[in-house]
């Protein structure tokens, strides 16, 4: 079409080839996103490695070539709560950081997806509820979490957490900018306001992310655009994903969609949600925006499974065929008109 198009990327949540690599190239996905190695490649003796260390990667990296396809993301990262929390182990922390971004440069695995959601991480509250025709889906009520306890490490606050953030981003977009990485930062998910069991959220508004693009003004420094976390914490999505991708700094996009507020929501089929999708890959074909865009917390279909929750195999599939097909409806709008004609009837 002569125009840029965004590229679809899968994530791999299995430690070893299963048919479900192969039916992604059969429907032309190349590009995968990949988690840290932890499993052992020999059975036989203790790895002298961590999963972030140059060889488990380099050896995650190779499998993933010989099966035709090509690691472009790390969705996944060594633990980070002390570096977040800044309290007694950060330095070795990370160390353990900058070690995987590093050679993620030296393999030329382009971006890192991480996140600045301590202690809980990602949350959900149901994994059993039920969505279109029965489909299971996952679902999250911060009703559920009034009397939960803080965790292990203790309240925190929104302050402590943007100076944490700060100084880690001082010290790792440098070496992020020498290794040729890009860090790509994904809302708290939930994007809850403020707090989650006396623990800070700050990655939950577009004004956050705002922020976290003029804490160091880098191209090293940029963000994962879920569109699910992203439709709570606004109700004109298509309108700031122009406004972010202005920076050029958005470089990797989960397109899925959620119905409901961040208090109490369900994830729902890409095709069943509140979302205008259309109006959204618009945004993305306007900005000429060229990095992966992959699905992201699928339903689990009848007869499927999903070791995850969110990440079974079929509903994957659905949804990348609903993301080819809005793909080249929306971008063909841009397309140069057909050639006239010849004048005998025959086809130029």
């Not at 306001?193 to 940029?222: H, K, W």
């Not at 109700?235 to 397109?255: D, N």
């Amino acid at each position: 079409m002569g125009i840029t198009m965004l590229r679809f990327a899968e994530i791999l949540t299995e430690p070893r080839p299963v048919p479900f690599w192969t039916m992604l190239k059969q429907l032309g996905v190349t590009e995968v996103v990949g988690v840290l190695p932890r499993q052992h490649t020999d059975w036989r003796r203790a790895t002298i490695d961590r999963p972030w260390d140059y060889v488990p990667l380099a050896r995650y990296q190779q499998m993933i070539a010989e099966e035709g396809l090509t690691l472009s993301a790390i969705e996944d990262n060594p633990p980070m709560d002390h570096l977040r929390y800044g309290t007694a182990g950060a330095e070795e922390e990370f160390e353990a950081v900058a070690t995987l971004i590093k050679n993620m440069g030296r393999l030329g695995i382009p971006v890192w997806c991480y996140n600045w959601a301590v202690a809980i991480g990602w949350q959900r509250t149901s994994s059993r509820l039920r969505g279109r025709g029965g489909a299971i889906v996952s679902g999250y009520d911060h009703r559920q979490m009034d009397l939960a306890p803080p965790p292990p490490l203790g309240p925190v606050t929104a302050d402590r957490l943007w100076a944490t953030l700060e100084s880690f981003l001082r010290r790792i977009v440098p070496i992020a900018e020498q290794a040729g990485v890009r860090l790509a930062m994904h809302p708290d998910d939930p994007p809850v306001l403020p707090s989650i069991r006396s623990v800070a959220r700050i990655m939950n508004t577009v004004d956050a992310f705002e922020r976290l693009l003029a804490l160091v003004p880098s191209p090293a420094n940029g963000i994962t655009l879920c569109q699910g976390n992203f439709s709570l914490m606004t109700e004109q999505l298509p309108q700031v994903i122009r406004a972010l991708g202005t920076s050029g700094r958005v470089y990797f996009v989960h397109f899925r969609d959620v119905r409901g507020t961040p208090e109490n929501f369900v994830e729902t089929f890409i095709d069943d949600g509140p979302t205008d999708m259309a109006a959204c890959m618009r945004a993305y074909r306007d900005l000429a925006f060229d990095g992966i865009v992959r699905t992201d917390h699928t339903p689990t279909l009848a007869g499927d499974d999903a070791e995850v929750a969110g990440y079974s195999h079929l509903a994957r599939l659905h949804a990348l065929g609903y993301l080819a097909g809005l793909r080249d409806a929306v971008f063909s709008e841009h397309a140069p008109a057909s050639p006239t004609p010849a004048s005998d009837g025959s086809r130029p």
